[in-house]
């Protein structure tokens, strides 16, 4: 299967850092966030990667390259400004197949077995779903999280239901067919895309209780990076 890395974002919560570095480039652990991903795919066997980029988008470029020094064959897909996800999505459809891939958020960091994409991707193949979402636990900075999880299945709202809502990860694989209505270079958001296709009863998820870090700003930053070199430095 093939892999999305999200990083055309601007990173205006991250500035003054990213006004001169991409915010995937920042450096967590002695090496770029978005790195650890491309090495995490690349060990679960996902080496045909495509990266979106649009702030300092050739320094990712220079930065990882064709992606054979980690073992992968990574494609780009520029973005004069950036499209937000789905429009990002949408506008390198021509680079991810006609079967379902994973989307990454280049500014997250977990530690998500992504050995199980494949198997979620041939599942999408054979049942209704467009869509599967990996979640996980409310973060401080989104206490009220984004949808409900409950028996595998995605729900919009907690409403008349026992269920907490709980945060999506920024993790995800998808049919091809649920963006083939953005026109290629427009702008458009994925949330309000995903509550459709959540109402129409075609997305699943799972619930991820793992370790996960939203980098959106220079404290959470600095943060995982010391979290990350005292795990390094422990025997």
């Known amino acids: 299967m093939r892999a999305m890395l999200l990083a055309a974002g601007r990173g205006e919560r991250m500035r003054p850092l990213t006004d001169h570095t991409p915010k995937p480039l920042l450096e967590v652990g002695g090496k770029p966030i978005i790195v650890w991903h491309i090495e995490q795919l690349v060990k679960a066997g996902i080496t045909e990667l495509v990266v979106n980029h649009a702030h300092l988008g050739h320094l990712i ?65 054979t049942s209704d779903d467009d869509a599967h979402l990996v979640m996980v636990d409310n973060p401080e900075h989104n206490p009220t999280g984004d949808f409900v999880l409950h028996a595998s299945r995605v729900t919009n709202s907690v409403l008349g239901t026992r269920h907490s809502a709980l945060t999506f990860s920024g993790i995800g694989v998808y049919r091809p067919e649920l963006f083939a209505h953005i026109a290629r270079g427009s702008v458009a958001p994925l949330g309000p895309l995903l509550r459709e296709r959540i109402a129409a009863g075609r997305v699943g998820g799972e619930h991820h209780r793992g370790w996960w870090v939203d980098v959106g700003t220079p404290q ?10 005292s795990q390094q430095n422990t025997p």
């Open 61 to 125: 470029e220079a930065a990882l390259g064709d992606g054979s020094r980690y073992g992968a064959h990574i494609r780009y897909s520029p973005e004069a400004s950036a499209l937000e996800t789905a429009g990002g999505i949408a506008n390198a459809m021509p680079l991810l197949g006609d079967e379902p891939f994973a989307v990454i958020n280049g500014d997250v960091f977990c530690d998500y077995d992504f050995s199980r994409l494949p198997a979620i991707a041939v599942a999408l193949l």
């Open 220 to 229: 959470r930053l600095a943060e995982l990076d010391s979290r990350i070199r």
